[in-house]
C-alpha cells in the first residue's frame, strides 16, 4: 500500500496563508472519505478536517472552522488544505489520512496505517 505524499508546508507569520496538497492511491483514496491531521512532537494526533468522498460536504474542528478549507480533486486522487489566518498554535506536522467524523470529532479510518511523511508547517508570531 503506497502512503500518502503530503506538500506544500512551510515557515510563514501569523495571519498569512498556506496551501498544503496531499497525493494518494487509489487503494488509499477512491470512496473514502478523506481528512487531514496534524500532531504536534510529544502530543496526540489531531484531525482537522474530514471530506466525503463525494466532495460534496467537509467536517471542521473547531481549531481550525472558518480558517481552513479542505476539498479534493477526485479525478486526481488529490486532497488539499487551504489554511487563512495561521496562528502560531497552527504550527505542526501535517498529513492526510483515509477518515471519520462525528460533527466535529474526526479519527484517521481504523484500517488506515500506511502514514506519509507528512509536511512542516511552522507559523512564527
Known amino acids: 500500500q503506497v502512503q500518502p505524499v503530503e506538500s506544500g508546508g512551510g515557515l510563514v507569520q501569523a495571519g498569512e496563508s498556506l496551501r498544503l496538497t496531499c497525493t494518494a492511491s487509489?487503494?488509499?483514496?477512491?470512496?473514502?472519505?478523506m481528512g487531514w491531521f496534524r500532531q504536534v512532537t510529544g502530543k496526540e494526533r489531531e484531525g482537522i478536517s474530514c471530506?466525503?468522498?463525494?466532495?460534496?460536504?467537509?467536517f471542521y474542528a473547531d481549531s481550525v472552522k472558518s480558517r481552513f478549507t479542505a476539498s479534493r480533486d477526485n479525478a486526481n486522487k488529490m486532497v488539499d488544505l487551504k489554511m487563512n489566518s495561521l496562528k502560531p498554535e497552527d504550527t505542526a506536522m501535517y498529513y492526510c489520512?483515509?477518515?471519520?467524523?462525528?460533527?466535529?470529532?474526526?479519527?484517521?479510518?481504523?484500517?488506515?496505517?500506511?502514514w506519509g511523511q507528512g509536511t512542516q508547517v511552522t507559523v512564527s508570531s
Open positions: 487509489r487503494f488509499t483514496f477512491d470512496g473514502r472519505a
Open positions: 471530506t466525503t468522498s463525494s466532495g460534496g460536504r467537509t
Open positions: 489520512a483515509p477518515c471519520v467524523s462525528v460533527a466535529t470529532i474526526i479519527v484517521p479510518a481504523s484500517d488506515f496505517h500506511s
